[in-house]
T-cell receptor, first 116, second 112 residues
Framework: DSGVTQTPKHLITATGQRVTLRCSPR?????VYWYQQSLDQGLQFLIQ???????AKGNILERFSAQQFPDLHSELNLSSLELGDSALYFC???????????????FGPGTRLTVL | GNSVTQMEGPVTLSEEAFLTINCTYTATGYPSLFWYVQYPGEGLQLLLK?????DKGSNKGFEATYRKETTSFHLEKGSVQVSDSAVYFC???????????FGKGTRLSVIA
């Protein structure tokens, strides 16, 4: 158990719908990262938050957005869903230390999204 | 930009065979290098890491050495077990508290 929790574990929805994925980082971790794992694209970084502020953006679509709340949990919002958005979405957290490059990222179990 | 290339799978081995999964990277500066493992139905777990040239990361019988001259971080294990069946990801992190860049993953199946 990494200490990172994600809900829900599975999500099945229809095209055009909107969903929210939730992540709670490990206690004390200020950074949260979202990754998407799909069969064709592999594991891709979407977005990072640090202590409530957006820190870095990767290959995140405009239909997707995220935020980190004062209690440090994060939500990833996916809207106008398409079939191609079906994937496993992982959240990871790490201790924030801007100059330390080898801080481990701890991954949650993921949310499997299926768009029908 | 930064990138990681790892050998295509799937890899199928008999129990007690020797394992090598190749990983090479492209990055500016001096990245940290990682191997993550994903067991069926689970999230990613850090297997080992190396933070500077010539460092050797090791865990659970797996090893990888950070080779700056060949920009490689190959994963090895002397004797695999059925329980090692999983998907293995090589990853790098450039500097600071930045996101990981992953390879496409290599699926390993070990048969008894």
């Amino acid at each position: 158990d990494s200490g990172v929790t994600q809900t829900p574990k599975h999500l099945i929805t229809a095209t055009g719908q909107r969903v929210t994925l939730r992540c709670s980082p490990r206690s004390g971790d200020l950074s949260v990262y979202w990754y998407q794992q799909s069969l064709d694209q592999g594991l891709q970084f979407l977005i990072q938050y640090y202590n409530g502020e957006e820190r870095a953006k990767g290959n995140i679509l405009e239909r997707f957005s995220a935020q980190q709340f004062p209690d440090l949990h994060s939500e990833l919002n996916l809207s106008s869903l398409e079939l191609g958005d079906s994937a496993l979405y992982f959240c990871a957290s790490s201790v924030a230390s801007g100059t330390v490059s080898h801080n481990e990222q701890f991954f949650g179990p993921g949310t499997r999204l299926t768009v029908l | 930009g930064n990138s990681v290339t790892q050998m295509e799978g799937p890899v199928t081995l008999s129990e007690e065979a020797f394992l090598t999964i190749n990983c090479t990277y492209t990055a500016t500066g001096y990245p940290s290098l990682f191997w993550y493992v994903q067991y069926p139905g689970e999230g990613l777990q850090l297997l080992l890491k190396a933070t500077k040239a010539d460092d050797k990361g090791s865990n659970k019988g797996f090893e990888a050495t950070y080779r700056k001259e060949t920009t490689s971080f190959h994963l090895e294990k002397g004797s695999v077990q059925v329980s090692d069946s999983a998907v293995y990801f090589c990853a790098l992190r450039s500097t600071g508290n930045t996101p990981l860049v992953f390879g496409k993953g290599t699926r390993l199946s070990v048969i008894a």
